[in-house]
């Protein structure tokens, strides 16, 4: 089984910064992909950063020069340092993990969400 466990969000001022983490255990041979989504009320799930196992980055325009997507691959950890935070940044943030298992090629596993909360 694998598992997605994310810390960092919180309740921030616009202007300010949070750095969220999320760590990959489990049983499986790699990880092919990590990224970080988000789901504000009424609104769809949409990826925010997305960074590959050779270290491609990938982000939506609404966060490029302010969040930045980073991984420790020994400690199967992935990042999103957000600065400049503005009240539309706020939303439950999702950890997805595609990994590569002993049976599979590719399969999504996600993180229960943190919330990040941003107050003008």
């Known amino acids: 089984q694998v598992r997605l466990v994310e810390s960092g969000g919180g309740l921030v001022q616009a202007g300010g910064t949070l750095k969220l983490s999320c760590t990959v255990s489990?049983?499986?041979?790699?990880?092919?992909?990590m990224g970080w989504y988000r789901q504000a009320p009424g609104k769809q799930r949409e990826l925010v950063a997305g960074i590959t196992s050779g270290g491609t980055t990938n982000y939506v325009d609404s966060v490029k020069g302010r969040f930045t997507i980073s991984r420790d691959t020994a400690e199967k950890t992935v990042y999103l340092q957000m600065n400049n935070l503005s009240p539309e940044d706020t939303a439950a943030y999702y950890c997805n993990a595609n990994v590569r298992g002993y049976t599979y090629s590719s399969r999504d596993y996600w993180g229960q969400g943190t919330q990040v909360a941003v107050s003008s």
């Open positions: 489990g049983s499986f041979k790699s990880i092919n992909a």
